[in-house]
Protein backbone atom coordinates (compact mmCIF):
# COMPACT_ATOMS: atom_id res chain seq x y z
CA UNK A 1 0.00 0.00 0.00
CA UNK A 2 1.28 3.33 -1.01
CA UNK A 3 1.64 6.20 1.70
CA UNK A 4 -0.42 8.00 -0.30
CA UNK A 5 -3.43 5.39 -0.26
CA UNK A 6 -2.29 4.91 3.76
CA UNK A 7 -3.40 8.88 3.99
CA UNK A 8 -6.75 8.85 2.10
CA UNK A 9 -7.95 5.87 3.96
CA UNK A 10 -6.87 7.56 7.20
CA UNK A 11 -8.57 10.70 5.98
CA UNK A 12 -11.96 8.61 4.91
CA UNK A 13 -11.79 7.32 8.50
CA UNK A 14 -11.79 10.55 10.24
CA UNK A 15 -14.22 12.42 8.03
CA UNK A 16 -16.53 9.10 8.68
CA UNK A 17 -16.79 9.83 12.29
CA UNK A 18 -18.05 13.92 11.35
CA UNK A 19 -21.73 13.74 10.86
CA UNK A 20 -22.60 14.58 7.29
CA UNK A 21 -22.87 18.16 6.00
CA UNK A 22 -25.11 19.99 4.19
CA UNK A 23 -23.88 21.46 1.16
CA UNK A 24 -23.63 25.38 2.55
CA UNK A 25 -24.23 26.58 5.87
CA UNK A 26 -26.08 29.40 5.37
CA UNK A 27 -29.19 27.24 5.53
CA UNK A 28 -28.60 27.20 9.65
CA UNK A 29 -29.57 31.00 9.92
CA UNK A 30 -31.49 31.89 12.47
CA UNK A 31 -32.71 28.06 13.37
CA UNK A 32 -33.85 27.51 16.62
CA UNK A 33 -31.40 25.39 19.06
CA UNK A 34 -33.22 21.37 19.00
CA UNK A 35 -32.72 22.18 23.36
CA UNK A 36 -35.78 23.09 24.62
CA UNK A 37 -34.57 25.68 26.92
CA UNK A 38 -35.65 28.91 28.05
CA UNK A 39 -32.39 30.67 28.34
CA UNK A 40 -30.77 31.63 24.54
CA UNK A 41 -28.44 29.20 24.14
CA UNK A 42 -26.38 30.16 21.69
CA UNK A 43 -24.83 32.10 24.34
CA UNK A 44 -25.38 30.56 26.73
CA UNK A 45 -22.31 30.54 30.19
CA UNK A 46 -20.85 27.57 32.00
CA UNK A 47 -23.62 28.74 34.75
CA UNK A 48 -26.13 28.19 32.57
CA UNK A 49 -26.13 25.23 31.27
CA UNK A 50 -25.60 23.85 34.87
CA UNK A 51 -28.10 25.50 36.33
CA UNK A 52 -30.32 23.88 33.70
CA UNK A 53 -28.16 20.20 34.27
CA UNK A 54 -29.57 21.07 37.76
CA UNK A 55 -33.21 22.16 37.05
CA UNK A 56 -33.24 18.99 34.81
CA UNK A 57 -34.00 21.02 31.65
CA UNK A 58 -30.81 19.86 29.70
CA UNK A 59 -28.59 17.08 29.65
CA UNK A 60 -24.83 16.79 28.70
CA UNK A 61 -26.28 14.19 25.98
CA UNK A 62 -28.56 16.40 24.14
CA UNK A 63 -25.75 19.22 25.13
CA UNK A 64 -23.23 17.24 23.29
CA UNK A 65 -25.78 16.24 20.31
CA UNK A 66 -26.68 19.80 19.80
CA UNK A 67 -23.05 21.13 19.55
CA UNK A 68 -23.01 17.78 16.88
CA UNK A 69 -25.67 19.18 15.23
CA UNK A 70 -23.93 22.42 14.75
CA UNK A 71 -20.70 21.57 13.81
CA UNK A 72 -22.53 19.21 10.99
CA UNK A 73 -23.97 22.38 9.59
CA UNK A 74 -21.32 25.51 9.94
CA UNK A 75 -18.12 23.27 10.33
CA UNK A 76 -18.14 22.87 6.11
CA UNK A 77 -17.75 26.38 6.21
CA UNK A 78 -15.35 27.73 8.96
CA UNK A 79 -13.59 24.63 9.37
CA UNK A 80 -13.09 24.91 12.95
CA UNK A 81 -13.19 21.63 13.88
CA UNK A 82 -10.53 19.09 12.36
CA UNK A 83 -13.00 15.80 14.07
CA UNK A 84 -14.96 15.09 16.19
CA UNK A 85 -14.74 12.57 19.36
CA UNK A 86 -16.44 9.30 18.56
CA UNK A 87 -17.02 8.52 22.25
CA UNK A 88 -18.14 12.27 22.50
CA UNK A 89 -22.04 10.80 23.65
CA UNK A 90 -20.93 8.17 25.11
CA UNK A 91 -18.70 10.57 27.75
CA UNK A 92 -21.88 12.70 27.78
CA UNK A 93 -24.16 9.75 28.91
CA UNK A 94 -21.88 8.91 31.65
CA UNK A 95 -21.61 12.35 32.78
CA UNK A 96 -25.41 12.44 33.26
CA UNK A 97 -25.29 9.08 34.94
CA UNK A 98 -22.84 10.47 37.13
CA UNK A 99 -24.68 13.65 37.84
CA UNK A 100 -27.89 11.55 38.88
CA UNK A 101 -25.85 10.40 42.37
CA UNK A 102 -23.08 13.06 42.75
CA UNK A 103 -23.90 16.35 43.60
CA UNK A 104 -20.70 17.45 44.34
CA UNK A 105 -19.12 17.98 40.99
CA UNK A 106 -16.94 20.33 39.31
CA UNK A 107 -17.85 23.33 37.08
CA UNK A 108 -16.63 21.63 34.36
CA UNK A 109 -18.45 18.38 34.67
CA UNK A 110 -20.55 17.40 31.34
CA UNK A 111 -19.73 20.75 29.73
CA UNK A 112 -18.00 19.98 26.33
CA UNK A 113 -14.65 21.34 25.05
CA UNK A 114 -12.75 21.43 21.97
CA UNK A 115 -9.05 20.98 22.57
CA UNK A 116 -6.34 22.40 20.07
CA UNK A 117 -5.01 19.78 17.90
CA UNK A 118 -1.84 19.78 18.84
CA UNK A 119 -2.46 19.03 22.51
CA UNK A 120 -2.49 14.65 23.17
CA UNK A 121 -5.48 13.09 23.63
CA UNK A 122 -5.19 9.20 24.28
CA UNK A 123 -8.43 8.21 22.61
CA UNK A 124 -10.09 7.61 19.00
CA UNK A 125 -9.09 11.30 18.40
CA UNK A 126 -5.79 11.81 16.05
CA UNK A 127 -3.06 14.69 17.07
CA UNK A 128 -1.52 16.23 14.48
CA UNK A 129 -0.82 19.65 14.69
CA UNK A 130 -2.87 20.10 11.42
CA UNK A 131 0.17 18.23 9.32
CA UNK A 132 -0.36 14.65 7.73
CA UNK A 133 2.28 13.53 8.71
CA UNK A 134 1.01 12.98 11.89
CA UNK A 135 -1.83 11.90 11.03
CA UNK A 136 -2.26 7.66 12.48
CA UNK A 137 0.17 8.79 15.18
CA UNK A 138 -0.74 6.86 18.99
CA UNK A 139 0.54 8.96 21.55
CA UNK A 140 1.68 7.46 25.14
CA UNK A 141 -0.79 9.15 27.33
CA UNK A 142 -3.29 12.45 27.69
CA UNK A 143 -1.74 15.56 27.71
CA UNK A 144 -1.47 17.26 31.19
CA UNK A 145 -4.24 19.43 31.12
CA UNK A 146 -6.57 16.80 29.56
CA UNK A 147 -5.71 14.54 32.43
CA UNK A 148 -7.20 17.26 34.55
CA UNK A 149 -9.95 18.05 32.47
CA UNK A 150 -11.35 14.68 32.34
CA UNK A 151 -10.80 14.11 35.76
CA UNK A 152 -13.05 17.41 36.39
CA UNK A 153 -15.55 15.60 33.73
CA UNK A 154 -15.23 17.78 30.70
CA UNK A 155 -16.51 16.51 27.45
CA UNK A 156 -13.63 16.26 25.09
CA UNK A 157 -15.47 17.47 22.26
CA UNK A 158 -13.23 17.22 19.21
CA UNK A 159 -10.05 18.44 17.74
CA UNK A 160 -10.05 22.53 16.73
CA UNK A 161 -8.13 23.47 13.57
CA UNK A 162 -5.30 25.10 13.65
CA UNK A 163 -2.59 27.39 11.37
CA UNK A 164 -0.14 23.74 10.60
CA UNK A 165 2.85 23.42 13.07
CA UNK A 166 1.59 26.46 15.45
CA UNK A 167 2.96 28.37 11.31
CA UNK A 168 6.80 27.48 11.93
CA UNK A 169 6.71 25.57 8.89
CA UNK A 170 6.82 28.56 6.41
CA UNK A 171 6.21 31.68 6.27
CA UNK A 172 4.20 31.70 3.23
CA UNK A 173 1.02 29.65 5.02
CA UNK A 174 -1.98 31.59 5.81
CA UNK A 175 -3.24 32.42 8.90
CA UNK A 176 -5.38 29.25 10.13
CA UNK A 177 -4.69 26.68 6.88
CA UNK A 178 -3.45 23.55 7.74
CA UNK A 179 -3.64 20.60 5.53
CA UNK A 180 -5.95 18.48 7.91
CA UNK A 181 -8.21 21.35 8.56
CA UNK A 182 -8.16 23.63 5.78
CA UNK A 183 -8.71 27.05 5.68
CA UNK A 184 -10.30 28.17 9.03
CA UNK A 185 -12.88 31.16 8.67
CA UNK A 186 -14.16 33.91 10.67
CA UNK A 187 -17.59 34.00 11.82
CA UNK A 188 -17.66 37.27 11.34
CA UNK A 189 -18.14 37.54 7.38
CA UNK A 190 -16.05 41.23 6.97
CA UNK A 191 -12.36 40.15 9.16
CA UNK A 192 -10.43 38.36 6.84
CA UNK A 193 -8.54 35.82 8.51
CA UNK A 194 -9.39 34.44 11.90
CA UNK A 195 -5.74 34.84 12.97
CA UNK A 196 -3.40 31.89 14.16
CA UNK A 197 -2.65 29.50 15.40
CA UNK A 198 -5.28 28.51 17.94
CA UNK A 199 -7.78 29.73 15.14
CA UNK A 200 -10.07 26.66 15.37
CA UNK A 201 -10.50 27.00 18.59
CA UNK A 202 -11.30 30.88 18.52
CA UNK A 203 -13.51 30.32 15.66
CA UNK A 204 -15.73 27.19 17.19
CA UNK A 205 -16.18 29.15 20.61
CA UNK A 206 -17.18 32.41 18.63
CA UNK A 207 -19.68 30.52 16.63
CA UNK A 208 -21.24 28.47 19.54
CA UNK A 209 -19.77 25.17 18.03
CA UNK A 210 -18.72 24.74 22.02
CA UNK A 211 -18.91 25.77 25.16
CA UNK A 212 -15.28 26.18 25.56
CA UNK A 213 -11.90 25.41 24.20
CA UNK A 214 -8.03 25.24 24.23
CA UNK A 215 -5.33 26.73 22.80
CA UNK A 216 -1.98 26.93 22.87
CA UNK A 217 0.19 30.10 22.77
CA UNK A 218 3.71 31.54 22.13
CA UNK A 219 3.78 34.86 20.45
CA UNK A 220 -0.29 35.99 20.30
CA UNK A 221 -1.93 32.37 19.09
CA UNK A 222 -4.44 32.34 21.66
CA UNK A 223 -4.51 36.53 21.86
CA UNK A 224 -4.79 37.14 18.52
CA UNK A 225 -6.87 34.62 17.22
CA UNK A 226 -9.10 35.84 20.66
CA UNK A 227 -9.01 39.30 18.77
CA UNK A 228 -10.42 38.80 15.76
CA UNK A 229 -13.03 36.15 16.39
CA UNK A 230 -14.37 38.46 19.17
CA UNK A 231 -13.70 35.57 22.20
CA UNK A 232 -11.80 36.24 25.39
CA UNK A 233 -8.57 34.21 25.22
CA UNK A 234 -6.36 33.91 28.17
CA UNK A 235 -2.33 33.09 27.65
CA UNK A 236 -1.37 32.23 31.27
CA UNK A 237 2.31 32.54 32.70
CA UNK A 238 4.60 29.06 31.65
CA UNK A 239 3.79 26.84 34.24
CA UNK A 240 0.61 27.81 35.59
CA UNK A 241 -0.70 24.89 32.93
CA UNK A 242 1.21 22.08 32.07
CA UNK A 243 2.56 21.44 28.45
CA UNK A 244 2.99 18.10 28.83
CA UNK A 245 1.55 16.16 25.87
CA UNK A 246 1.84 19.44 23.35
CA UNK A 247 3.63 19.18 20.02
CA UNK A 248 6.09 21.97 20.96
CA UNK A 249 7.95 25.00 19.68
CA UNK A 250 9.70 26.58 22.66
CA UNK A 251 9.48 24.60 26.20
CA UNK A 252 10.80 27.87 27.28
CA UNK A 253 7.81 29.78 26.03
CA UNK A 254 5.19 28.09 25.37
CA UNK A 255 1.77 27.73 27.43
CA UNK A 256 -1.49 26.51 26.90
CA UNK A 257 -4.07 28.39 27.72
CA UNK A 258 -8.70 28.75 27.69
CA UNK A 259 -11.01 30.52 25.54
CA UNK A 260 -14.45 31.65 25.90
CA UNK A 261 -16.99 33.75 25.06
CA UNK A 262 -16.90 35.61 28.92
CA UNK A 263 -14.33 35.71 31.16
CA UNK A 264 -15.98 33.68 33.91
CA UNK A 265 -16.40 30.73 31.36
CA UNK A 266 -12.36 31.12 30.39
CA UNK A 267 -11.48 31.36 33.92
CA UNK A 268 -13.33 28.14 34.89
CA UNK A 269 -11.87 26.65 32.38
CA UNK A 270 -8.27 27.71 33.82
CA UNK A 271 -8.94 26.75 37.40
CA UNK A 272 -9.71 23.33 35.71
CA UNK A 273 -6.78 22.75 33.97
CA UNK A 274 -3.80 24.40 36.72
CA UNK A 275 -1.53 22.80 39.13
CA UNK A 276 1.49 20.76 38.92
CA UNK A 277 2.45 18.25 36.47
CA UNK A 278 5.61 15.72 36.88
CA UNK A 279 5.47 15.24 33.30
CA UNK A 280 6.26 19.13 33.10
CA UNK A 281 7.76 19.13 36.91
CA UNK A 282 10.09 21.98 36.39
CA UNK A 283 7.86 24.92 34.85
CA UNK A 284 4.58 23.50 36.86
CA UNK A 285 6.82 23.32 40.41
CA UNK A 286 7.81 27.24 39.72
CA UNK A 287 4.33 28.51 38.81
CA UNK A 288 2.47 26.61 41.81
CA UNK A 289 3.06 29.80 43.77
CA UNK A 290 1.45 32.17 40.97
CA UNK A 291 -2.12 29.94 41.51
CA UNK A 292 -4.36 31.50 44.08
CA UNK A 293 -6.03 29.11 47.11
CA UNK A 294 -8.99 28.51 46.04
CA UNK A 295 -8.39 29.32 42.04
CA UNK A 296 -8.30 31.77 40.07
CA UNK A 297 -12.38 32.18 40.25
CA UNK A 298 -11.87 34.25 43.07
CA UNK A 299 -10.42 37.07 40.91
CA UNK A 300 -13.59 37.63 39.26
CA UNK A 301 -14.61 40.68 41.11
CA UNK A 302 -16.91 43.86 39.45
CA UNK A 303 -14.74 46.05 40.73
CA UNK A 304 -11.10 44.54 40.24
CA UNK A 305 -10.24 47.87 38.41
CA UNK A 306 -10.65 50.23 41.34
CA UNK A 307 -6.93 51.13 42.86
CA UNK A 308 -4.90 49.41 39.22
CA UNK A 309 -2.23 51.04 37.91
CA UNK A 310 -2.50 50.90 34.37
CA UNK A 311 -0.10 52.14 31.84
CA UNK A 312 -1.51 52.51 28.00
CA UNK A 313 0.80 51.94 25.50
CA UNK A 314 -0.16 55.06 23.57
CA UNK A 315 2.12 54.65 20.54
CA UNK A 316 0.15 51.15 19.73
CA UNK A 317 -3.63 52.46 20.03
CA UNK A 318 -2.20 55.24 17.59
CA UNK A 319 -0.79 52.84 15.25
CA UNK A 320 -3.53 50.68 15.13
CA UNK A 321 -6.83 53.14 15.00
CA UNK A 322 -5.89 57.04 15.01
CA UNK A 323 -8.07 58.89 13.31
CA UNK A 324 -10.95 55.44 13.08
CA UNK A 325 -13.95 54.62 15.23
CA UNK A 326 -11.54 52.39 16.95
CA UNK A 327 -9.71 55.02 18.59
CA UNK A 328 -13.50 56.68 19.38
CA UNK A 329 -13.82 53.63 21.35
CA UNK A 330 -10.60 53.06 23.13
CA UNK A 331 -11.36 56.78 24.31
CA UNK A 332 -14.37 55.79 25.96
CA UNK A 333 -12.83 52.24 26.71
CA UNK A 334 -10.42 54.08 28.50
CA UNK A 335 -12.85 56.99 30.43
CA UNK A 336 -14.93 53.97 31.52
CA UNK A 337 -11.65 52.39 33.16
CA UNK A 338 -11.56 55.70 35.09
CA UNK A 339 -15.03 55.82 36.60
CA UNK A 340 -14.45 52.10 37.61
CA UNK A 341 -11.35 53.02 40.23
CA UNK A 342 -8.44 52.25 37.52
CA UNK A 343 -5.48 54.48 37.91
CA UNK A 344 -4.51 55.41 33.76
CA UNK A 345 -0.55 55.55 33.40
CA UNK A 346 -0.58 57.33 29.74
CA UNK A 347 2.07 57.97 27.34
CA UNK A 348 4.76 54.69 28.15
CA UNK A 349 7.26 54.03 25.89
CA UNK A 350 9.09 50.70 25.88
CA UNK A 351 12.54 50.69 26.16
CA UNK A 352 14.26 48.90 22.60
CA UNK A 353 10.45 48.31 20.85
CA UNK A 354 11.12 48.75 17.52
CA UNK A 355 13.79 45.65 18.93
CA UNK A 356 11.73 43.77 20.23
CA UNK A 357 9.17 43.43 18.06
CA UNK A 358 11.87 42.40 15.51
CA UNK A 359 11.55 38.22 15.40
CA UNK A 360 15.44 38.68 14.03
CA UNK A 361 16.73 41.73 15.22
CA UNK A 362 15.56 40.07 19.54
CA UNK A 363 16.84 37.20 19.19
CA UNK A 364 13.73 35.22 18.88
CA UNK A 365 13.92 33.52 15.70
CA UNK A 366 17.45 32.16 16.35
CA UNK A 367 16.09 30.95 19.43
CA UNK A 368 13.26 29.06 18.06
CA UNK A 369 14.93 27.26 15.82
CA UNK A 370 17.07 25.85 17.76
CA UNK A 371 14.55 24.49 20.67
CA UNK A 372 11.48 23.50 17.84
CA UNK A 373 14.35 20.42 16.47
CA UNK A 374 15.21 19.63 19.61
CA UNK A 375 11.95 19.56 21.55
CA UNK A 376 9.51 18.21 18.20
CA UNK A 377 12.34 15.27 17.76
CA UNK A 378 11.88 14.64 21.44
CA UNK A 379 8.08 14.70 21.25
CA UNK A 380 8.19 12.30 18.10
CA UNK A 381 10.33 9.91 20.00
CA UNK A 382 7.96 9.86 22.46
CA UNK A 383 5.05 8.69 20.67
CA UNK A 384 3.57 5.19 20.56
CA UNK A 385 3.30 4.65 17.14
CA UNK A 386 4.17 7.65 14.48
CA UNK A 387 4.89 7.50 10.70
CA UNK A 388 7.72 10.22 11.20
CA UNK A 389 10.12 10.46 14.30
CA UNK A 390 12.28 13.55 14.11
CA UNK A 391 11.68 16.85 12.22
CA UNK A 392 14.35 15.50 9.41
CA UNK A 393 11.39 12.57 8.73
CA UNK A 394 9.06 15.23 8.51
CA UNK A 395 10.74 17.39 6.35
CA UNK A 396 10.82 13.99 4.11
CA UNK A 397 7.20 13.38 4.15
CA UNK A 398 6.71 16.81 2.58
CA UNK A 399 8.72 16.18 -0.09
CA UNK A 400 7.10 13.10 -0.63
CA UNK A 401 3.62 14.14 -0.73
CA UNK A 402 3.87 17.74 -1.87
CA UNK A 403 0.33 17.94 -3.12
CA UNK A 404 -1.46 16.86 0.26
CA UNK A 405 1.32 19.69 1.88
CA UNK A 406 1.03 21.99 -0.77
CA UNK A 407 4.71 21.94 -0.47
CA UNK A 408 5.29 23.61 -3.47
CA UNK A 409 3.17 26.18 -3.06
CA UNK A 410 4.14 26.81 0.65
CA UNK A 411 7.26 25.74 1.42
CA UNK A 412 9.13 24.82 4.68
CA UNK A 413 11.60 27.27 5.25
CA UNK A 414 11.73 27.42 8.82
CA UNK A 415 11.94 23.39 9.17
CA UNK A 416 15.07 23.71 6.98
CA UNK A 417 16.32 26.26 8.79
CA UNK A 418 15.31 24.35 11.79
CA UNK A 419 17.06 21.04 10.97
CA UNK A 420 20.32 22.63 10.17
CA UNK A 421 20.73 23.76 14.00
CA UNK A 422 22.90 21.72 16.12
CA UNK A 423 21.77 21.65 19.75
CA UNK A 424 21.64 25.33 21.74
CA UNK A 425 24.80 26.51 20.61
CA UNK A 426 26.58 29.33 21.54
CA UNK A 427 24.32 31.62 18.95
CA UNK A 428 21.29 30.25 20.72
CA UNK A 429 22.50 31.09 24.26
CA UNK A 430 23.39 34.19 22.82
CA UNK A 431 19.97 34.76 21.57
CA UNK A 432 18.21 33.46 24.28
CA UNK A 433 20.37 36.40 26.48
CA UNK A 434 19.17 38.73 24.51
CA UNK A 435 15.75 37.78 24.97
CA UNK A 436 15.91 38.08 28.46
CA UNK A 437 17.57 41.57 28.65
CA UNK A 438 15.22 43.16 26.11
CA UNK A 439 12.16 41.48 28.11
CA UNK A 440 13.67 42.68 31.73
CA UNK A 441 14.32 45.72 30.05
CA UNK A 442 11.14 47.14 28.18
CA UNK A 443 8.65 45.17 30.64
CA UNK A 444 9.49 44.57 33.95
CA UNK A 445 11.67 47.68 34.56
CA UNK A 446 8.96 49.82 33.02
CA UNK A 447 6.47 48.26 35.03
CA UNK A 448 8.41 48.14 38.03
CA UNK A 449 9.73 51.66 37.48
CA UNK A 450 5.48 53.07 37.14
CA UNK A 451 4.28 50.60 39.58
CA UNK A 452 1.95 49.13 37.66
CA UNK A 453 -0.28 46.22 38.04
CA UNK A 454 -0.56 45.84 34.09
CA UNK A 455 -0.52 46.98 30.86
CA UNK A 456 -3.04 47.55 28.38
CA UNK A 457 -2.72 47.50 24.40
CA UNK A 458 -5.24 46.61 21.33
CA UNK A 459 -5.35 44.42 19.12
CA UNK A 460 -2.55 42.13 18.37
CA UNK A 461 -0.12 45.54 18.68
CA UNK A 462 3.23 44.62 21.23
CA UNK A 463 2.45 40.44 21.36
CA UNK A 464 6.27 40.12 20.43
CA UNK A 465 7.46 42.38 22.96
CA UNK A 466 5.67 40.22 25.47
CA UNK A 467 6.18 36.74 23.69
CA UNK A 468 9.57 36.68 24.33
CA UNK A 469 9.33 37.09 27.94
CA UNK A 470 6.62 34.77 28.69
CA UNK A 471 4.36 37.48 30.13
CA UNK A 472 0.67 36.60 30.47
CA UNK A 473 -1.87 38.13 28.77
CA UNK A 474 -5.67 38.51 29.16
CA UNK A 475 -7.73 39.45 25.80
CA UNK A 476 -11.28 40.88 25.88
CA UNK A 477 -13.72 41.90 23.36
CA UNK A 478 -13.77 45.88 22.59
CA UNK A 479 -15.90 46.42 19.71
CA UNK A 480 -16.86 46.16 16.46
CA UNK A 481 -15.55 48.77 13.43
CA UNK A 482 -17.83 50.39 10.94
CA UNK A 483 -17.63 47.04 8.97
CA UNK A 484 -18.91 45.02 11.54
CA UNK A 485 -14.96 43.06 12.06
CA UNK A 486 -14.33 42.55 15.51
CA UNK A 487 -11.54 43.82 17.34
CA UNK A 488 -10.12 43.72 21.15
CA UNK A 489 -8.34 45.15 24.30
CA UNK A 490 -5.23 42.91 25.65
CA UNK A 491 -3.87 43.28 29.11
CA UNK A 492 -0.50 41.93 30.09
CA UNK A 493 2.32 41.71 32.83
CA UNK A 494 4.86 40.64 34.64
CA UNK A 495 5.47 36.84 35.15
CA UNK A 496 2.67 35.20 37.50
CA UNK A 497 0.54 38.58 37.85
CA UNK A 498 -2.32 36.37 36.12
CA UNK A 499 -5.36 37.24 39.13
CA UNK A 500 -4.62 40.83 38.99
CA UNK A 501 -4.49 40.66 35.19
CA UNK A 502 -7.61 38.49 35.66
CA UNK A 503 -9.46 40.93 38.00
CA UNK A 504 -8.72 43.89 35.61
CA UNK A 505 -10.25 42.08 32.63
CA UNK A 506 -13.26 40.60 33.90
CA UNK A 507 -14.02 44.28 35.86
CA UNK A 508 -13.27 45.73 32.30
CA UNK A 509 -15.77 43.15 30.38
CA UNK A 510 -18.38 43.53 32.70
CA UNK A 511 -18.43 47.59 32.83
CA UNK A 512 -18.34 47.63 28.64
CA UNK A 513 -19.97 44.44 27.96
CA UNK A 514 -19.58 44.71 24.45
CA UNK A 515 -19.44 41.19 23.01
CA UNK A 516 -22.28 40.28 20.09
CA UNK A 517 -22.49 37.20 18.42
CA UNK A 518 -21.26 36.82 14.51
CA UNK A 519 -24.27 38.03 12.40
CA UNK A 520 -24.94 34.13 11.08
CA UNK A 521 -26.22 33.63 14.40
CA UNK A 522 -28.45 36.30 15.07
Known sequence: MTSTTQI???LLLIFASLPSAPSSWHGVRGTRSPIEDPLHFEEATISDIQ?????????????????????????????????????????AAKADLQRSVDSHLSPLHGIPVLVKDNINTRDKLNTTSGSFALLGSIVSCDAGVIHRLRNAGAIILGKASMSEWDNFRSIMAPQGWSPRGGQGRNPYPTTNTPCGTSSGSAIAVASNL???????????????????????????TVGITSRSGMVPISPRLQTIGPMARTMEDAVKLLDAITGFDPLDAKATKAAKRFIPNGGFQKSLKKDGLKGKRVG?????????????????TFTTHFHTMRLKGAILV???????????????????????????????????????????????????????????ERKDEYGQKIFLASQKTNGIDVAAKKAMKRMDKL??????????????????????YGLHAFGIGGFPIVNVPAGYNGSGAPFGISFAGLRGSDATLIEIAYAFEQATQVRKPPPMLV
Open 8 to 10: SLL
Open 51 to 91: AAFNDGKLTSFKLVQHYLEKINALNPYLNAVVEVNPNALDD
Open 210 to 236: VTVSLGTDLDGAITCPAVMNSVVGIKP
Open 312 to 328: ILRSFFDEYSKGSLEAN
Open 346 to 404: DNLKMKNIEIMLNPIANGEGIALLAEFKLSLNAYLKDLVYSPVRSLADVIAFNNHHPIE
Open 439 to 460: SKEGVTDLMKEKNLDAVVFPHF
